[in-house]
């Protein structure tokens, strides 16, 4: 028995060492370990001899399976360190990197913004969202009880001065003088920024300046509370109304790399004389009559003016000697007609399902 351990040492050693692949190593693991293998039947046969004979068989036959197990168990991982080695195919298409991107906002924004940019407007950043009553409506010709205001619902703030402490840091010492004691909001409109823009600069300038607002209103598939606007303002010693309609045509036929016409109808804003209410040739029919310009062949796209002499004045210039023109756009208004986005509290769903086509 003895010598059969060594005999089966030997050839399983061997059998190991010269085995191919995985398939016979399983096969020499069963052969020799499994329940009906070699050294099983050398184990199961041990009643049938001596204690002495026992006492060496039985230690040894189990010294080997440990060996042969540790043998099998390694050829087993040389197997397969080469198998991964060998199984690198370079020529296999790689793992698609998921990578972020521009929410449809920023993408509309920064079009609009290129286009100004390439029409020789400068872009202004900014301006406080947390805004003086004084820079949302008195300085621009909505004086207190006006019934202006009301087209405006407002957030109001309730901790004015902690909040004005803050605002008035950045504030120059003229404007901080306009701003004490005054009621907080949160901007309606980005037009607040005309007047601060004044303050600081010389006409001839033509800016825009996009920003967020506020407005405390029922949200529906057209309105939110908060929304963002560009401001347009240029101003200058003969800036007219011609100048703006063929700046505007000429956005809105870039915006929508179409040539679109431009409609534009009175309208009323206590900061603009006249004012005006621009409609855009519909984008999806032509003007021919569809569901989406409700078949009028127009779509309202902005409210815009000639400066109210007054706001003028609120800015520090003289309107006997300058003039110009303003307007508001509402981007997700402009970004639900280029990419037909049926409702705009899509734009802050946070659905992937909606961020992800953009
Ligand atoms: C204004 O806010 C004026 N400040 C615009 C202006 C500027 C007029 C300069 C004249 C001169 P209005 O409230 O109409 O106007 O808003 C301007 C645009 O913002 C609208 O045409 C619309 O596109 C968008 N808008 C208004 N309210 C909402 C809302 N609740 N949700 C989304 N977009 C809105």
Known sequence: MNKKIDEIKNRAEGEIKNCADLKS?????IKYLGRKGELN?????????SLEEKKVIGPKAQSLRNELDVLIENKKNEFLSKKSRNSL??????????????????IIENEIIDI???????????GPE?????????ALNIPKNHPAREMHDTFWLQDNQK????????????????VKGQKLLLRTHTSPMQIRYMETHKPPFQIVVPGRVFRYEATDASHEINFNQIECLMVGKDVNLTNFKYIIQEFFTRLFKKKLEVRLRPSYFPFVEPGLEIDIQCVKCGGKGCNICKESGW?????????????LKAGGYDPREYQGF????????????????????????????????F
């Open 326 to 357: 303003a307007f508001g756009l509402g981007c997700e208004r402009v970004a639900m007609l280029k990419y037909n986005i049926p409702d705009i509290r899509m734009f802050y769903s946070g659905d992937l399902k909606f961020i992800n086509q």
């Open 25 to 29: 190593l399983e096969d020499i693991k």
């Open 299 to 311: 779509l309202e796209i902005m409210g815009a003016g000639m400066v109210h002499p007054n706001v």
């Open 41 to 49: 039947q050398i184990l199961r046969s041990l009643g049938d001899l």
């Open 163 to 178: 909040q004005l402490t803050h605002d008035t840091k950045q504030l120059t010492e003229s404007q901080r003088s306009k």
């Open 130 to 138: 947390v805004e003086t009553e004084y820079y949302n409506f008195d």
């Open 89 to 106: 195919d370079v020529t296999r298409p790689g793992k698609k990197i998921k990578i972020g991107h521009l929410h449809p906002l920023t």
């Open 116 to 126: 100004f940019r390439s029409m020789s407007f400068s872009i202004i950043d900014g």
